[in-house]
């Protein structure tokens, strides 16, 4: 398109991710007869589709090594985004960026769970360099838009690049988001570097299972700059564009790079055979799946799971068992209502099902050169990798206090508690506490943060925790509150770099 220069290292140079034809393939599994039938795949939703065009396509700014652009396809014709009417005819190199791939370094909803994702307090501690000054003026200018923004930004995507549809869902409302706010809060922190690279590269590597390919960078990131253009007109100009594209091709790059050196590795994806599915109460199952391949993962980590019914949907689950020598994985499920994957595999999953698995992710997991006790809180299907937590101390032969806290609303909730009681009898140092926040007095009752802080006190332990995300954000509260210094709670949430940086 030439009108912004290339992109380095955003081309061709790396093999492909993933074989598409076999995304493809699994991808058009039709929907199970009965099963409600996913939304119809919208190019952008009529209501919110941005006006028809008005300006001829060479101008709108253009990712460098994006390619032309394709063709408007009739059917996303009537929902088409109107180009950006403020040509931007330039843009700048980003200097000192990559020259290439090679020659770069190659290297609960959902809310929350257990600390993958980082905190960027160094970045808003520091002073802003220039680019990160005009990327958050630009913020500013498009809070206020942001819906309209990010619908005009996969507008544009798929308007432009129609062959890139079939990597998404089809239905995109609950998550769409979570793309584009991730790399707008990315660039705001452009400047804190390593948090950044931490985080950008494990989604890089998480890429990979959607079928993302180097090559598709620039179109992602020609579309950014396009809908920015749109919605941020009083302040956008070449100085900033220029800064959003040094901002992007460092984003780009490190994802690109992470999931280079990952494919020397890993596949993209593990399909995984149900092998057994015991259900537990009406609406908790407890499924094992034999990976195609070995699975290597920690205790107390979790995987993305896409089940054949919804294509391309995919939802976290934790890993109920430290690894095991059989390599047989267990995640305990809890069918939340209308929730598609979580009742798809507690109501329709069968032993033979095939389901698709992501890289392990999550940092919930042992300090094993440390003696603190491990304090760890379970709610609800959140006991499943604090059972996996205590296992691996069983594993490890080191004897520490372990103190879990077992949480549900009410006895009949506990569907694990049996298993919990007789890893206790096995384990001297281990102490299970089943907690009800309803139910007749006598036991442990009351909200699981409130309860542990009467047990304490906690100074020589390290906390795990897991569970919905109003349990995790009030027993962080707690402890911190009886001054346990935050680096010493462990948990992960799926909130994304956007929620961490407060967003
Ligand atoms: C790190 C991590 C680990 C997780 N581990 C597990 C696990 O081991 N076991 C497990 O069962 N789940 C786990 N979850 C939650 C899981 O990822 C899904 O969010 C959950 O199964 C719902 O997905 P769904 O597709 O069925 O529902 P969706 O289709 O996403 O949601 C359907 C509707 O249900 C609502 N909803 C979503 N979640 C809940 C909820 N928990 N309670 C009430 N309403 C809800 C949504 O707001 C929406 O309105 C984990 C989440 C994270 C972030
Ligand atoms: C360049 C910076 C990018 C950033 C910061 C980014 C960020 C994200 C985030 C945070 C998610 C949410 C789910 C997850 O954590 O995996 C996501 C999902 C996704 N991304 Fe990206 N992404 C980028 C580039 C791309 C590119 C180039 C493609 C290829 C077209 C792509 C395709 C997808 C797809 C298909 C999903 C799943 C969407 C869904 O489940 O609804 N992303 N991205």
């Not at 890089?204 to 090559?215: C, D, F, I, L, V």
């Not at 798809?344 to 003696?371: E, F, K, Q, W, Y």
Request: hydrophobic share 40%; with cysteine.
């Amino acid at each position: 398109m030439g009108h912004i220069p290339p992109v380095p290292g955003v081309g061709a140079t790396s093999r492909p991710a993933a074989p598409t034809e076999a995304s493809a393939a699994w991808g058009q599994t039709p929907p199970v007869p009965g099963t409600p039938t996913p939304h119809p795949a919208p190019a952008a939703r009529p209501s919110e589709a941005p006006n028809p065009p008005t300006a001829p396509r060479d101008h709108v700014p253009t990712m460098p090594g994006g390619g032309a652009p394709s063709q408007p396809v009739t059917e996303t014709r009537s929902s088409a985004p109107a180009e950006p009417t403020s040509p931007r005819p330039h843009a700048h190199q980003a200097p000192g960026a990559p020259a290439s791939r090679e020659g770069s370094a190659a290297q609960r909803t959902d809310a929350a769970r257990s600390s993958a994702e980082p905190t960027l307090t160094s970045a808003r501690a520091a002073a802003a360099s220039p680019d990160a000054v005009l990327i958050r003026r630009t913020m500013d200018a498009i809070e206020p838009v942001a819906d309209k923004t990010t619908s005009y930004f996969y507008a544009l995507l798929f308007l432009r690049h129609p062959e890139l549809r079939e990597l998404f869902p089809a239905a995109m409302d609950a998550q769409r988001d979570r793309l584009f706010k991730a790399l707008l809060t990315a660039a705001k922190h452009v400047d804190d570097t390593d948090t950044l690279t931490e985080y950008l590269s494990h989604l890089g590597r998480g890429h990979r299972k959607y079928g993302t390919r180097p090559e598709h960078y620039p179109a992602v990131g020609e579309c950014l700059l396009g809908a920015l253009t749109r919605y941020a007109p009083d302040v956008w100009n070449e100085e900033v564009e220029a800064a959003w594209v040094r901002a992007y091709t460092a984003i780009s790059q490190i994802m690109i790079d992470a999931a280079a050196a990952d494919e020397l590795t890993s596949p993209p994806w593990w399909h995984a055979e149900v092998v057994s599915h015991e259900r537990r109460t009406q609406d908790i199952a407890v499924i094992t799946v034999r990976p195609d391949q070995p699975y290597p993962f920690l205790a107390g980590q979790y995987t993305s799971v896409e089940t054949p019914w919804w294509p391309r949907v995919w939802r976290h689950y934790s890993f109920a068992s430290a690894p095991r020598p059989d390599g047989l994985l267990s995640f305990h499920i809890k069918a939340v209502p209308a929730g598609w994957v979580s009742s798809a595999l507690v109501n329709r999953a069968r032993p033979g099902d095939v389901i698709r698995l992501g890289p392990p992710a999550g940092s919930m997991i042992v300090d094993h050169g440390t003696d603190n006790g491990l304090l760890c809180l379970g709610g609800g299907t959140g006991i499943a990798p604090i059972k996996a937590l205590v296992e691996d101390v069983a594993k490890h032969g080191r004897r520490r206090s372990v103190e879990v806290f077992y949480g549900a609303r009410s006895g009949h909730d506990l569907y694990d508690l049996d298993t919990m009681l007789r890893l206790q009898q096995e384990h001297s140092w281990l102490s299970v506490r089943p907690v009800v926040s309803e139910g007749p007095a006598g036991g442990l009752t009351g909200p699981l943060s409130e309860v542990v802080l009467r047990c304490g006190p906690w100074h020589s332990y390290d906390a795990y925790l897991s569970g919905p995300a109003g349990m995790i954000r009030s027993s962080v509260d707690a402890l911190v509150g009886i001054g346990m210094p935050a680096h010493r709670i462990r948990h992960d949430s799926v909130a994304e770099l956007v929620a961490a940086a407060g967003h």
